[in-house]
């Protein structure tokens, strides 16, 4: 019991620490802001990518188990039998939540017409072919560790794939955020104060999924209404998003 509330500790403060890197680098360290908007960005379309081919190893690895056939379709009968062909929920995978990352880009770099003269798919290209090639080297590589390990240790055996595909929805829902809240603040204050608004909605919902299993969190939040509830354990399934 000591050592599980020693691994929280250890989790709580890697969490605080891990989003408050942006902000101290901008701060004390003249990190470039805009760098740091669209090495985020970057991230999290490599982050994407590599969901797409963890979904396709699971399926081909787990796709034919008993236990996964069951999950499958009880997922298939709660959304009304409707069950999208499992060989294309990659491909329409990096579709869907690629569009919402061009939308977002596009909000973005109409906010922040004077930061990002050249247009802001331009300013991402070359930034991706310059400074932060380094950074997408190391995105990848360590995307590619975790895929790694995950198939060690079997991590996603039994889980039907499309539950894994609104995985990383936690992701796009920080950038819509921030992208949308944030945009006010660009045409006030600059890119300087969105960097700030990106690492605070990050953290909150970082800190939410960190206590989402609190009861007194699900209780303040649900207030014992049964639908609530439900509606509440749904939401404790995306605890594992990246």
């Known amino acids: 019991m000591e050592a599980d509330q020693h691994f929280k500790s250890v989790r709580l403060a890697q969490i605080v620490l891990f989003n408050s890197v942006p902000a101290v680098g901008v701060l004390f360290f003249g990190w470039d802001a805009k760098l740091l908007i669209l090495a985020y960005f970057t991230e ?91 950074a997408i080297g190391s995105f990848v590589f360590l995307q ?44 006030l204050s600059g890119v300087f104060v969105y960097v700030f608004l990106l690492v605070l909605v990050n953290l909150a919902l970082d800190l939410f999924f960190f206590f989402i299993d609190n009861a007194k969190l699900k209780s303040i939040l649900t207030k014992g209404d049964p639908e609530a509830v439900r509606s509440y354990e749904e939401l404790k399934k995306l605890k594992g998003m990246f």
């Open 144 to 187: 590619t560790s975790r895929l790694f390990m995950e198939a060690i240790r079997s991590e996603y055996a039994f889980t039907p794939a499309e539950a894994i595909f609104f995985q990383p929805f936690r992701r796009i829902l920080v950038q819509q955020l921030a992208v949308i809240l944030g945009g006010f603040f660009i045409l």
């Open 44 to 134: 999290t379309l490599i982050a994407i990518l590599f969901h797409a081919l963890r979904l396709w190893y699971v399926n081909f690895r787990w796709g034919s188990e008993p236990e996964t056939k069951y999950k499958a379709a009880e997922l298939e009968r709660a959304n009304g039998g409707q069950r999208m062909p499992i060989s294309f929920l990659p491909v329409f995978m990096m579709a869907f939540y690629g569009l919402f990352c061009f939308v977002q880009l596009m909000i973005l770099g109409g906010f922040a017409e004077r930061e990002f003269p050249d247009g802001i798919f331009t300013h991402l290209y070359r930034a991706a072919i310059g400074p932060l090639a380094w």
